[in-house]
């Protein structure tokens, strides 16, 4: 089992920057890829950026040339690194560790606010 720990959260206003952390621990062999999810309210969770562990990442189109996805293998972190933030990334954002086994899992969540 994987245990994932997120933090980098909070309010910035618009056009500012924040940058992402989500720690694995536990069975971190088992990890094939980690990214990010985001739920804003009344909307369904969806991709915001994904990094398998053969290097190939995944963004949505909506953070596309803003927000960075990378990863410190010797500390099982991931980060996502958000640049020029828009009050519509404002969200919950949830870290993810995909499983070779099948049995993904999921952050807490952290939540970031974009003023405008």
């Known amino acids: 089992q994987v245990q994932l720990v997120e933090s980098g959260g909070g309010l910035v206003q618009a056009g500012g920057s924040l940058r992402l952390s989500c720690a694995a621990s536990g069975s971190t062999v088992s990890i094939n890829g980690m990214g990010w999810y985001r739920q804003a309210p009344g909307k369904q969770r969806e991709l915001v950026a994904f990094l398998t562990n053969g290097g190939s990442t995944n963004y949505a189109d909506s953070v596309k040339g803003r927000f960075t996805i990378s990863r410190d293998n010797a500390k099982n972190t991931v980060y996502l690194q958000m640049n020029s933030l828009k009050p519509e990334d404002t969200a919950v954002y949830y870290c993810?560790?995909?499983?070779?086994?099948?049995?993904?899992?999921w952050g807490q969540g952290t939540q970031v606010t974009v003023s405008s």
């Open positions: 993810k560790a995909g499983s070779r086994y099948g049995v993904d899992s």
